[in-house]
């Protein structure tokens, strides 16, 4: 599907999805990585990217993710996701 549709970001994400659940985490980052460069205003593409961050330890650079995701959802006007992405920094925070 993806060699018929190479610009399908929901199909990229869903992909990346699936990596992250066959347990290839860093494959998944790559993709979300790929995804969020293509198009930085796909949104969940952060979350998932901050959490899969976050799993590897990777604290500061889940805490930016959810920060640009922040910022694109203040641009998008995507207030759900902003507060998604608020909660999870918050959460990441915490932890430290």
Request: with cysteine; aromatic share 6%.
């Amino acid at each position: 599907m993806l060699a018929e549709e190479p610009g399908d970001l929901f199909l990229r994400y869903a992909i990346a999805l699936e990596w992250k659940r066959s347990g290839n985490m860093e494959q998944a980052i790559t993709d979300l990585e790929s995804i969020l460069t293509d198009d930085p205003k796909y949104i969940p593409g952060y979350y998932q990217l901050a959490l899969l961050q976050a799993d590897l330890g990777r604290i500061e650079d889940a805490k930016r993710a959810c920060e640009a995701g922040m910022m694109q959802g203040l641009v998008t006007g995507d207030r759900k996701a902003r507060a998604e992405l608020q909660e999870l920094l918050n959460s990441l925070e915490d932890a430290e």
